[in-house]
């Protein structure tokens, strides 16, 4: 069976595929114009630029400040951040948990005003942002740098998101920009604090603002009326709670062994004497001692029985090893005292 000029068909179902002399197979026409170069060797090209920009880019800090600065920016003030091919994400993360107050508080207004500032003195198309940015001066670089970098700082608390090591940079950037709360506007109200921690803490705090005196005349009111008087109380006092201290500057090396070696004499000391009387008596005496091979007197036990005679003592030694010689010694006369023989 045939199928046109070109097909016979087997009585199996199979298609023999016959040609003829007056029907030759056309070979195909060489393009003479400019192909695309495919996608695959574009992908590599641009893979080596990619590294050669990387390499040029690392030996000019200046120009890599200037890229990541048009960036940030892009993605700060332009709804399409991506005419930079940095890959720089810059996330300005909410706030969950509305606070009282937050969006009126002073810091909220200055940010606010200072976005509004740069958005003014920025190009509106994002194309133009390049050539604005490198016709500024640096201060002016300097400046907008500092304030896009400003709007990704997170140090948010959350429950479900325990990050200390993030909490405790957040420590370190508040010492490093010397950040004061109080300066910043946030003072302790019924709203924002004192109405919404128990009595114990409201006392507390007007014991560390005031005195204690302070404390116990509010100390019989119901709480919502001890948050109220707190609240005056606590008024231009400067008190802080302690998430919003934050972390006080570290001391130098030489004040912290000093520190440590006063803590360990004096609980020598108050072991030695039994009493804090003791210890407040020779606290002057040993709050300036270098080292550790100190050589304390106990000035009750000597070499002869008198106090005149004071024996040595290293404070590697136990209290064990000399306080209770006495004890030991009058135990062992004891055992071997001869029986009575009345």
Not at 20 to 46: F, H, K, V
Not at 77 to 98: P, R, T, W
Not at 104 to 109: C, G, I, Q, V
Not at 199 to 204: D, E, F, G, N, S
């Amino acid at each position: 069976m045939r199928r046109g000029d070109g097909a016979a068909v087997c009585g199996t179902g199979h298609v023999d595929i016959v040609t003829t002399a007056d029907a030759p197979i056309p070979e195909p026409e060489e393009d003479e114009g400019l192909a695309a170069i495919s996608d695959r060797l574009m992908t590599e090209l641009t893979s080596h630029r990619t590294l050669g920009l990387r390499q040029a880019l690392g030996e000019r800090p200046d120009v890599a400040f200037l890229a990541a600065l048009h960036a940030l920016t892009l993605r700060s003030f332009y709804h399409y951040g991506s005419d930079s091919c940095l890959e720089l994400e810059l996330k300005s993360v909410g706030f969950s948990a509305q606070a009282p107050g937050l969006n009126d508080s002073a810091s909220a207004e200055a940010i606010r005003a200072r976005h509004e500032n740069w958005a003014r003195a920025l190009p509106k198309e994002s194309t133009e942002l390049w050539d604005a940015l490198q016709e500024w001066d640096s201060d002016s670089r300097s400046s907008l740098f500092a304030h896009v970098v400003s709007l990704s700082v997170n140090a948010v608390h959350e429950a479900w998101n325990r990050r200390p090591r993030t909490l405790h940079h957040a420590d370190q950037l508040g010492c490093a920009v010397e950040l004061d709360m109080v300066a910043a506007g946030w003072r302790p109200t019924v709203d924002n604090f004192l109405g919404r921690v128990t009595k114990a803490r409201i006392l507390q705090a007007v014991s560390e603002a005031r005195d204690q005196r302070a404390a116990d005349r509010i100390e019989h009111m119901k709480k919502g009326d001890m948050a109220r008087e707190a609240e005056s109380l606590l008024a231009d006092t400067g008190w802080l709670p302690e998430p919003l201290r934050g972390a006080e500057p570290r001391a130098s090396a030489e004040t912290t062994a000093k520190g440590d070696i006063t803590a360990v004499v004096e609980d020598v000391l108050f072991q030695a004497w039994g009493s804090t009387s003791g210890r407040s008596r020779h606290r002057r005496m040993f709050s300036g001692i270098p080292n550790t091979s100190l050589v304390l007197e106990n000035p009750r036990v000597s070499a002869r029985g008198s106090s005149r005679c004071p024996r040595p003592f290293s404070l590697r030694r136990r209290r064990a090893s000399w306080c209770c010689r006495g004890r030991r010694v009058r135990s062992r006369r004891r055992r071997n005292r001869p029986p009575c023989r009345a």
